[in-house]
């Protein structure tokens, strides 16, 4: 008799622990499920055929290389308007240009063109250029300075533009081909349940999405730096425009005392 009841009473102990372990072998599936999305970017890396491989990578070089030229030019642009913020009276108030040259920032723009200006009257006699009136070719030498940093401003913004017209019709390709890999499944299996359908839709929206997070970046700083660009190249065509003429000036007033002391 008392083992009969002791079958009993360790039945209803098993039944309770069966559903526990149930509940917890559900749960590590989940779990484990969770982990292994089979529509993440993981699995459109490990799944996708070379071309979503492709497309993915030209995405990813492209807004990689959006948000480098993106930052690089911002801390241009800002150090172009400090440089353009210290042409104060110190420089205008100089006794002479190669004086107001070195009172300007090492490196910057504004102090290249003022050098380079120096230089060309340094440098007009005893030249091939001679035969070139002075204030031409101080002129010359000043517009060549300033179009040479217009040329760097500008560098980068190519590409910016380039990606933000681009990038979304690359991800519309992987669009399309992530689409056209959900009906060859399709095919393939002769099934068109969402287990079949899900991951080439997937890899399609990954494509898409990935396409404007690269483009939408690049369109819109584009835009900004351009409007930073064109009004770093107004400060420092003006102010070229104001040294080419002091310095004509400057020399004219040295012809005119050589000559009265003559």
Known sequence: APAPAMAQASAPAANAAAPAATATATAATTAKEEVANPYGLEAL??????VARGTLVIMVIMSMGSWY??????FEQ????????AVGEGFWKAGSMKQAATTLADGSAFRYIAEQGVKADDHHEGT???AIDRHTWISMSVERAVGNVNSRLQDGLAFLATVGSTAPFVGLFGTV?????SFRSIAASKNTSLAVVAPGIAEALFATAIGLFAAIPALIFYNILQGKVARSQARMESFADEFSSILSRQIDQH????RDRG
Request: hydrophobic share 55%; glycine share 6%; aromatic share 12%.
């Open 78 to 85: 800002q150090k172009m308007i400090k440089a353009a913020n």
């Open 45 to 50: 890396w490990k799944e996708g055929d070379f």
């Open 69 to 74: 030229i993106i930052f690089t030019k911002l």
């Open 255 to 258: 012809v005119a005392s050589e």
């Open 128 to 130: 091939l250029v001679e």
């Open 177 to 181: 081909w992530g689409i056209m890999s």
